[in-house]
């Protein structure tokens, strides 16, 4: 079964929370009342927990999920106006080896 972006991020999340608190998936599962093979399933990203046993899942870590929602590409959006407030000498900052390779005087014109 292939998995969508949005249930790899969030078997991600539970599994780095889980390491976070030093515990392993049967614990976990013990602590939420689920299946450890669930938890195994879920943190690979094969099948997707309902809404409750994702909530039981956090809230046994003691945290909570928090959803946003925002356009498509919002982040690049605002790297775009970042940058196009910038100058032009300042816009390849971390690009360094772009100047080096042009600079270069064994470079070929």
């Not at 999920?65 to 000498?89: F, K, Q, S, W, Y």
Request: with cysteine.
């Amino acid at each position: 079964m292939s998995s969508t972006r949005l249930v790899t991020l969030l078997g991600a999340a539970v599994r780095h929370q889980r390491h976070l608190r030093d515990l392993n998936q049967r614990q976990l599962a013990a602590l939420a009342e689920v299946d450890q093979a669930a938890v195994a399933r879920f943190e690979r990203g094969e099948r997707a927990p309902t809404v409750p046993v994702l909530e039981r899942l956090l809230a046994a870590m003691d945290v909570q999920l928090v959803v946003a929602v925002e356009p498509l590409d919002a982040h690049l959006d605002a790297l775009i106006d970042d940058l196009a407030a910038r100058p032009i000498a300042e816009r390849s900052t971390g690009w360094g080896w772009i100047s080096c390779w042009i600079d270069s005087p064994t470079s070929r014109r």
